[in-house]
């Protein structure tokens, strides 16, 4: 298993932050992991929706089939997936007031036979500082 959990305070409102992290076609602009969507972006998401991406991790490509498990606007998108090899996904973004700004914090956790042992503590740092980048970029976004 490799999981990890990173916050940022970001100069973005509640609200703004909110705009920009449950909004799937801006995935692609600050997610690291983020390899593109395949298919149709519905117009609007919440509980049930269903998508696919490619997500990539230390050079290894997944096609994940993911679904929202949770919605809960303007705090909480949680998606969770599945992919080849048995490989399980899930990603939670959470936004809280911070002062004049928000904190955005993003939890990721991969299970299943392609991240465990050896290669999984790899995973696990690699996605660390994925996951701190892409929080980093998220902040620098229009």
């Known amino acids: 298993m490799a999981s990890t959990t990173v916050s940022l305070k970001t100069h973005f409102t509640p609200g703004e932050a909110w705009a920009r992290a ?33 997500v990539s991790v230390k050079g290894m490509r997944n096609r994940i089939d993911w679904k929202v498990t949770e919605y809960a606007a303007p705090r909480r998108v949680a998606l969770s997936g599945e992919g080849v090899g048995g490989t399980k996904v899930s990603l939670a973004l959470e936004i809280g ?26 995973v696990s740092r690699a996605l660390k500082g994925d996951i701190k980048k892409s929080l980093e970029r998220f902040d620098k976004l229009s």
Request: charged share 20%; glycine share 18%; net charge negative.
């Open 22 to 54: 449950s909004d799937l076609s801006r995935f692609g602009e600050w997610l690291t992991l983020h390899d593109g969507w395949r298919g149709e972006l519905p117009a609007e998401i919440g509980e049930g929706t269903a998508v696919t991406s490619v």
């Open 97 to 122: 007031s911070s002062g004049d700004g928000s904190t955005v914090e993003l939890d990721v956790d991969f299970t299943g036979p392609l991240v465990a042992g050896p290669i999984g503590f790899g």
